[in-house]
């Protein structure tokens, strides 16, 4: 924090909602120690909002260019992004991107690299939009009491999920106007098959709890096999369908993760976030249970946060991966049983999921459900085969 | 960021609910790099928790020993902490204080006195317990965007009001019952009547805004006068009364403050948070309402967040009140009329308020109110004369 950068020459890569959205963001608040120099895109044809000479198609104009001295990378897909941001810090070139798919899969190699280069790569937007959880955990819930981390991260099906239980809306009329309004990300399946919070997952798990795990390590179920059969079932219920992620440490210093829906009370925090919102809990010892409540998508929110990673770079603030340092950092397990409903047709389906203490089941000409008790780590090793398949699991917690 | 400290010896003054709150987090925790090496108590004679050679009652025994490289103040009284925080960064020794009535009676100077010793003085625990607020404001919220903030920054009032509204107990009920769960301030009037919020609006205003303001000059009214005829308007209107502190930006580069009740409509974030809870919404453009939620008080949360602001000296973060610095920072004015209710007695009080726009009117054997609007720079001069009256004032916004 000892050494201001004087000034901050942003070379920004993507201008699709978050990179438009960051400029907009920038006119608005007048910063005078940073501007955006150069923005490359991959399709110079498209008619933009400023004049055609900040754009380029070309990543040499940025990287040559000697009075940029941060990058901005807000690209829609991985594997550039990926080569980008490594490019990038091989160069020296700090690095702030918005790309989770990218980080979930490259952090640990990322972390090294930023240490090996000694230059920064600020990823905030990358989880919960304008929600501040990553430097959160990072600077604040920086010690040994935290429990856990649990919430919905993925704004588009939490608007899809609102839309169902509070306006009776249809699933698919309620993805087209997640859609329209722009909060879904352009491949509807990272939003509503939960890999968009799956991949925020794994990078704030890097931030909770010091280690990292492989997405394709963690259970991931979405909302995109919920039929109204679930949904009459949650209202008889009396509870809601959400789709949380979450992050919790067990006995043992070892922690689990999961993605999935969960039958939700009405007396939880999450209950009540609604439509394209995100809600964070953050639990720990002696301080309880904090929750941070936001907008967890959209141009101007993500934007925002985007630019509150750009103003710290302006202090040379770089995340220490702290929790990585500590002594013994808790190991990921999925060693854990807990009560799942699952709604199927076929019995087959059902055997694969091994349940026991069975507390409900329920058959009828239209459908069937069970509610009991399965292991995670067989849902881990089975979820694959649950693709495409007509069923539909929620975590059904006893209260 | 770059400095790491290597151990903090930590010399303590005060051990009350949150002195031994924070010894409590400081045994689960087991931080390596840091331990209380001496506690500073005002009465040795009392039993204590800890090894009588744990305790001195005298202050010179701290500043002595050349090991300590860390003061963490909770003491109570403002008076004695203001003369120690002085103390402590004059030697150059980093201050860790939760003192919030010492700090905004003194938070101007004690600023430049960080500056002139290049000692840093942190206080996240000074306001809203285990929320992060003020750091958060500094380091994420920290440009011109920020539009308001606005909370429950009081958790025993806001108990209190829970238990009224909720479980229609009696407000002295209450009250004796904040005590005893110790969430209580020793002087009950603190949190009752504004004090307590006010005292944490004033720091918190430096963060949000850059800007130092006098408690003297700002409009405060507590809960204390409140009686069944308000609670039963409340009702009637489907609103509940919650002590609210808000700092506010508006046209002309000027911000308000005030701390007063106001009768909130269900839809509103602050309408829910309940007990002993805090909840504060911070609002910008671009990103619109965030809101953090949790324990505002008691021994463990206020603890934990004191001890996030010791872990944040291993790394030797300090505050640079950066919009302190900023290009214009806006001021503070009282140039602003709203809508009040105001339930009195006798006439010559009412005429104190010089009512506009009257939308309300009510007359009975039992008491009378009216709805109208007034001007807060009218509020700030009368105040004084307001204590002790039979009437109870409530900010009434439209919706």
């Known amino acids: 924090m000892t050494h201001p950068t004087p000034h901050l020459n942003i070379g920004l890569f993507g201008f699709g909602t978050v990179g438009e959205g ?7 608040v007048r910063i005078k120690d940073a501007e955006i120099r150069r923005i490359c895109v991959r399709d110079l044809s498209k008619p933009r909002s400023l004049p055609a000479p900040m754009f380029t198609d070309n990543p040499d104009d940025i990287f040559a260019d000697p009075a940029i001295n941060l990058i901005v ?3 829609d897909d991985a594997e550039s992004s990926y080569k980008l941001v490594r490019r990038a810090l091989e160069a020296g070139i700090p690095v702030v991107t918005g790309n989770k798919k990218m980080l979930a899969y490259h952090l640990e190699e990322l972390i090294e690299l930023q240490a090996r280069t000694s230059t920064a790569l600020l990823y905030d937007a990358s989880a919960c939009g304008s929600i501040p959880v990553i430097r959160n955990l990072e600077e604040y819930y920086d010690n040994d009491l935290l429990i856990s981390v649990k919430g919905i991260l993925n704004g588009s099906s939490n608007f899809i999920l609102s839309k169902i239980f509070n306006e009776s809306m249809s699933y698919d009329k309620a993805l087209r106007l997640a859609q329209e309004l722009g909060f879904a990300e352009s491949n509807p399946t990272f939003d509503v098959d939960g890999y968009d919070s799956l991949f925020k997952l794994v990078i704030i798990t890097v931030h909770a709890f010091g280690s990292y795990v492989s997405p394709d390590r963690v259970f991931n179920y979405g909302i995109s096999t919920m039929n109204d059969a679930d949904i009459r079932f949650a209202n008889e219920k009396r509870r809601r369908i959400k789709l949380v992620a979450q992050v919790e440490k067990i006995e043992g210093n070892r922690f ?3 993605v999935m829906p969960q039958f939700i009370t009405k007396d939880k925090y999450i209950y009540s976030v609604e439509d394209e919102f995100n809600g964070v809990v953050i639990k720990g010892e002696c ?12 141009g101007h929110p993500t934007g925002s946060s985007v630019l509150s990673d750009i103003t710290a770079r302006l202090h040379d603030y770089k995340y220490e991966y702290k929790k ?12 854990l049983s807990f009560q799942l409903y699952l709604r199927y047709t076929d019995e087959a389906d059902r055997e694969l999921f091994r349940f026991t203490d069975i507390t409900e089941r329920y058959w009828s000409n239209d459908h069937k459900y069970v509610i009991g008790k399965v292991s995670l780590r067989n849902l881990v090793e089975i979820q694959e085969r ?3 398949k007509d069923l539909f699991l929620a975590a059904y917690p006893e209260n």
Do not use: N, W
Not at 22 to 28: D, G, T, Y
Not at 288 to 295: A, T
């Open 73 to 75: 990378e807000l690209i």
């Open 324 to 335: 990585r340092h500590g002594s013994t950092p808790p190991r990921y397990t999925d060693e």
């Open 256 to 258: 689990i993760m999961c």
């Open 386 to 388: 649950l693709r495409g």
């Open 287 to 298: 301080y309880g249970k904090q929750f941070m409540f936001g907008r967890g998508a959209g």
């Open 22 to 28: 960051l400029h907009e963001v920038f006119e608005k």
